[in-house]
Nanobody, 126 residues
Framework: QVQLEESGGGLVQAGGSLRLSCAASGRTFSSYVMGWFRQAPGKEREFVAGISWRGGSTYYADSVKGRFTISRDNAKNTVYLQMNSLKPEDMAVYYC???????????????????WGQGTQVTVSS
């Protein structure tokens, strides 16, 4: 079992930055892939970024590449999503997720992840 809790969401102007955090508990944090997803109103949940167990491999959706950075601190059982140059289209509820079946391969589909946080709202004003 893995419990996940996101924080760091809020309201920001277009062009601004936010850093999301996701604290994990339960199963050994360093033993699985972590991902960030987002879901805007009326849209399906979509992959944003993923990171392998030691952080050596990262993968990003094209829409956020170059603006967002995923990282993890296994000593703190936490994964981060640094979001820069935010756009109105980035506005969504952001979820972190754990894929306990993988340590290296980053899966980009929701069904590839076993545990989910409750989500944190990111609002970008234009």
């Amino acid at each position: 079992q893995v419990q996940l809790e996101e924080s760091g969401g809020g309201l920001v102007q277009a062009g601004g930055s936010l850093r999301l955090s996701c604290a994990a508990s339960g199963r050994t944090f360093s033993s699985y892939v972590m991902g960030w997803f987002r879901q805007a109103p009326g849209k399906e949940r979509e992959f944003v970024a993923g990171i392998s167990w030691r952080g050596g491999s990262t993968y990003y959706a094209d829409s956020v590449k170059g603006r967002f950075t995923i990282s993890r601190d296994n000593a703190k059982n936490t994964v981060y999503l640094q979001m820069n140059s935010l756009k109105p289209e980035d506005m969504a509820v952001y979820y972190c997720a754990a894929d306990v079946d993988n340590i290296i391969v980053v899966v980009t589909t929701t069904r590839g992840y076993d545990y989910w946080g409750q989500g944190t709202q990111v609002t970008v004003s234009s």
